[in-house]
């Protein structure tokens, strides 16, 4: 099951702040987020795990709130190199009989942040 | 350098071939994946693999297939491509669950 993630795009000035949204219809057992600018592949930002824990080693701040199956992403004092597309990934388990959890990514969040 | 590569970056198909995309990877992870990405749909999973040895079906698994023989290589094959399959495709990989996954730097398809 994809997540939800909103806003589906959004457009910033340098130094201006922006929330990225991640909601999931199931039970979160983690969300990681990645950024993907154009024309290069997914880089890693964050991986919030049931419980509180966070990995991460961006300037970047997320939470997550596993009772209502959402995590957001804090982009402040945005910078010209924040543009790209954010994924976020939920961890999830498909019915398949085995023990084992694959993410699941959403659409995307497509942040451009002009001069 | 350490990472993971795949192969070929582009390739034009024509429809109803046979083609195998390459990934490879030198950290010794134990997971590797295979993504597909379109436009407004952001990555879906076609398969995983949590170990050598052993490979599961992701959100679209229909029409590609994967082994696992080893710890470092995870090919995708698709039997007989279908237009459909036009997409860029992504493999990743990460040492266990719940940590950073890396991605190789894509494979463009387009199947004609």
């Known amino acids: 099951q994809q997540p939800v993630q909103s806003p589906q795009a959004v457009i910033l000035r340098e130094g201006e702040d922006a929330v990225i949204n991640c909601s999931s219809s199931?039970?979160?057992?983690?969300v990681h987020w990645y950024r993907q600018k154009h024309g290069e592949a997914p880089v890693f930002l964050m991986i919030?795990?049931?419980?509180?824990e966070q990995k991460g080693h961006e300037k970047i701040s997320a939470s997550f709130n596993e009772k209502k199956q959402q995590s957001s992403l804090y982009l402040t004092a945005s910078q010209l190199s924040y543009s790209g597309t954010y994924f976020c990934?939920?961890?999830?388990?498909f019915g398949s009989g085995t023990s084992y959890d694959k993410v699941i990514f959403g659409p995307g969040t497509s942040l451009s942040v002009i001069p | 350098i350490a990472g993971i590569t795949q192969a070929p970056t582009s390739q034009i198909l024509a429809a109803g071939r046979r083609m195998t995309l390459r990934c490879t990877q030198d950290?010794?992870?134990?997971?590797m994946y295979w993504y597909r990405q379109d436009l407004g749909l952001g990555l879906r999973l076609i398969h995983y693999?949590?170990?050598?040895?052993?490979?599961g079906k992701g959100e679209v698994p229909d029409g590609y297939s994967v082994s696992r023989a080893n710890t470092d290589d995870f090919p995708l094959t698709l039997a007989s491509a279908v237009p459909s399959q036009t997409s860029v495709y992504f493999c990743?990989?990460?040492?266990?669950?719940?940590?950073?996954?890396?991605f190789g730097q894509g494979t463009r398809l387009t199947v004609v």
């Open positions: 990743a990989s990460s040492s266990d669950l719940n940590t950073e996954a890396f």
């Open positions: 199931k039970a979160l057992y983690s």
């Open positions: 919030l795990l049931k419980g509180g």
């Open positions: 990934g939920t961890e999830i388990t």
């Open positions: 950290m010794r992870h134990n997971a």
């Open positions: 693999s949590n170990t050598a040895g052993t490979t």
